[in-house]
């Protein structure tokens, strides 16, 4: 690639992205053109401007950074997106790599590593933090069906189908109060809080199957 590296930076908060733009002004080669506070300005702002790399951040208000990287790479193919974030969970990682995004990395970057994760990924290639690479690599290995138990698994599919906690209890014939233990275990195994986020990320890692497929 020639001339500057064109980027767009993705983020709800102010102070994180002045902090961002003023990391990177430092380094050669790289221009921020542009900035978004939520998942469907940073949309409209990649359409606009038509950036090499988006730096995307995960939770924002009105639209969260994987929905905002579907629809970013649906209009504009060419944009990498780089994920920037404080979360490293598994769902969020395999989220966000199946939504497109070439990278993947945590806001305790160093600076320089970041300039770096840049270039490489304009120049199309994959950057990933260590950490969140082993997380990666060890989700991958680990079988699927192990992920959830069959009764969490279970669970997630009735909740899926939009019943409540009492009619899943009355479906699987156990109590309300299990259905929010197994519940709550999925969180935690999904990495999640509550129980749209589990069943999103337990869709998109082929946990259970999306109603009317």
């Excluded at 902090?19 to 506070?37: C, H, S």
């Excluded at 669970?155 to 299990?178: D, F, H, K, M, Y």
């Amino acid at each position: 690639m020639t001339g500057e590296i064109r980027v767009v930076l993705a983020d709800d908060h102010p102070i994180v992205r002045e902090g961002l733009r003023g990391m990177l002004a430092a380094e050669p080669g790289i221009e921020v053109v542009a900035e978004a506070a939520s998942g469907p300005e940073a949309v409209a702002v990649a359409a606009r401007f038509r950036p090499d790399v988006v730096l995307m951040d995960l939770r924002m208000p009105g639209g969260d950074g994987v929905t905002a990287t579907t629809e970013i790479l649906a209009a504009t193919p060419a944009v990498r997106v780089v994920v920037l974030t404080t979360y490293e969970t598994d769902a969020d990682i395999v989220r966000a790599v199946e939504a497109g995004a070439v990278g993947y990395l945590l806001k305790d970057t160093p600076v320089a590593e970041l300039g770096h994760a840049i270039r490489a990924a304009a120049r199309g290639e994959t950057v990933l933090a260590p950490a969140v690479a082993r997380r990666l690599v060890s989700h991958v290995r680990q079988p699927r069906r192990e992920l959830l138990s069959s009764r969490e698994t279970e669970v997630l599919a009735l909740v899926a189908q939009g019943l409540t906690n009492a009619e899943v209890g009355q479906r699987l014939s156990i109590s309300e109060a299990t259905v929010k233990t197994h519940l709550l275990r999925s969180f935690g195994k999904l990495g999640v809080n509550d129980r749209t986020a589990a069943v999103t990320s337990a869709i998109s890692l082929g946990v259970i199957t999306a109603p009317g497929r």
